[in-house]
Structure formats: C-alpha cells, structure tokens
C-alpha cells in the first residue's frame, strides 16, 4: 500500500469504469482531476453525495477538474445505482463522469483508502470497503490535498471546490489564502516575494500586518475588472 503524500506523483492503474475502462495516468492526461472513493454501491450517504456531485458538476467545469469516482463494486452494478442516483433529482444533471469499479479493493489499496477503523465496515468476505476519500491532483499527477472521511459521514463538496481555488490561483499567482477564504475575499503575498517583486507583482495593492503577513487583492477580480 502505497502511503501517498501531498506532492507525491499519484500511481498509475488500468481498471473498468461505469464509462469503460480507463488507464489513470492517461485519463489524467494534464487536467486537474478528482478522484473520490465510496465504501459500497446503492447505500445511502453515497447516493446523496454522488446526486450532489452531479448538481455541482459544471461548477468543476468550468474551473476545467473532471471527477472520476470509485466504488467497491463492479462496473455493471455501478451503471444501475447511477439510474438511483439520477432519480433522485428528476429534474437535475445526471451522472456524467465515470466510477472506477474496485470490487477487488485493488486501487483502494494502492491509494491507501481502505477503511481500518471500523471493523464492521466489511464485506461479506470480511473485506474492508473504502473510506470517503478525496484526492485532488493537478495536471502534471502530483497530489495536491487529500481528505479521508467516515463512511457514516457525507462529504461538503463546497469545501473542495474551495480548495480548487486557492490551488489554481495560487499556481498562477504568488500567493496563499487565508483560514475560511472564499473566492474573491482578499489573498495573502507569499513570503518567497520580497523586495522590488512585491510592487512588479501587486503594484501597491498591499496591506502589510506583520512582515510576513501580507494582504492583497484576490488577482483574479483585478483580471476581470
């Protein structure tokens, strides 16, 4: 089992998918990607995610992340608990983004998923299913951030587009952002930038608190201004 950490070159796998079968790397293929796991087909917390993951998909469209999903089933039990899933909002988005199948806990355990805590979070064969894991992973594979959830627990999909970003603006920009930020709140300037590449970056469009606490417009509103 792999112990994956943040910038850590995620690994390659071959697997089916409610869509096909897939190579991970080449999916990848130089797009931000989320990878998303579930303990079991048709339960509960999992539809409700997946039904919400579908609500917000073009919200991670349009910041260009695609999602692929993970269950400890096979593909063909995917394709019918997607026909739940999409029930569920009549009148929303379907699922239109792939579920690996891991029915033999295969890529749950090179991405470490497998839930150890609770001992009745099991298989019929006393296999443990995987715990709600989130992976984002930027264009060139590397790990960005990980989360690991309980499997009684939903997770806040909100939250993650939220770190999508703060990553993405600070790729391109150089700066960081602040406990509880929202896009368009105000950023703070990376402690690498000092000296003239303060004022070339941020022109004097900086609220200095301490030294190394520096505050600045969110760059892209200044783009769109």
């Known amino acids: 089992m792999v112990n994956l950490r943040l910038g ?15 190579n991970f790397h080449k999916f990848i293929d130089g797009k ?3 990878l998303f796991s579930h303990p079991d087909d048709y339960t ?3 539809t409700t995610e997946l039904s919400a993951v579908a609500l917000s998909y073009a919200d991670f469209q349009s910041r260009g992340v695609q999602l ?11 394709k019918g608990w997607i026909k739940d899933i999409n029930n569920l909002q009549p009148n929303g988005p379907e699922v239109d983004f792939p579920i690996i199948a891991d029915e033999d806990r295969k890529v749950s355990e090179l991405f470490g998923m497998l839930d150890e805590l609770d001992v009745t979070n099991r298989d019929s064969k006393g296999i443990p299913f995987t715990v709600r894991t ?4 930027d264009p060139e594979k590397k790990v960005r951030l990980t989360l690991a959830y309980p499997a009684s627990t939903g997770r806040n999909f909100p939250e993650i587009l939220r770190v999508i970003d703060s990553l993405q603006l600070g ?9 509880n930020w ?5 950023v703070i300037v990376h402690p690498s930038v000092q000296g003239e590449k303060v004022k070339e970056l941020f022109g004097d469009d900086v ?3 301490y030294p190394y606490l520096r505050f600045t417009s969110d760059p892209s509103k200044k783009q769109t201004a």
């Open 32 to 34: 931000w990607t989320i």
């Open 182 to 186: 929202q896009k368009g709140d105000d």
């Open 8 to 22: 850590n070159t995620v690994p390659d796998f071959d697997a089916d998918t409610s869509k096909g079968k897939i």
């Open 207 to 209: 609220r200095t608190v």
């Open 44 to 46: 509960p917390v999992c």
């Open 134 to 137: 989130v992976f984002i992973i």
């Open 68 to 78: 692929i999903g993970l269950s400890a089933n096979n593909a063909e039990s995917h």
């Open 171 to 179: 790729d391109k920009h150089k700066i960081t952002t602040p406990a």
